[in-house]
């Protein structure tokens, strides 16, 4: 579904994906096995980005504006996530 998302409105957004949990390894195998492409796919062992963001569990999407400002945080990927993409 975040696949098809970061595709379908490329040329107005870019979908970038976080991993931090589990291992690296891990996370490389998750792209490989589910062939994802389009997400800039991230690495944060840390977790300063879910602290900076205040996430709080997984799927979590957050809309940012171009200077890195939250527009918006769903759980998952929702329909009003789709809505604000296409009125911004």
């Known amino acids: 579904m975040v696949e098809q998302f970061a595709q379908r409105y490329a040329d107005q957004v870019r979908v970038v994906g976080m991993g931090t949990q589990d291992s690296f390894g891990l996370a490389e195998q998750f ?33 940012l504006d171009p200077a890195g400002m939250p527009l918006g945080q769903w759980f998952g990927l929702t329909q009003e996530m789709v809505t604000l993409v296409e009125n911004y």
């Open 31 to 63: 792209v490989a096995r589910t062939g994802t492409e389009t997400p800039l796919m991230t690495w944060d062992e840390t977790f300063a980005t879910w602290d900076f963001y205040q996430v709080r569990g997984q799927p979590t999407a957050i809309l």
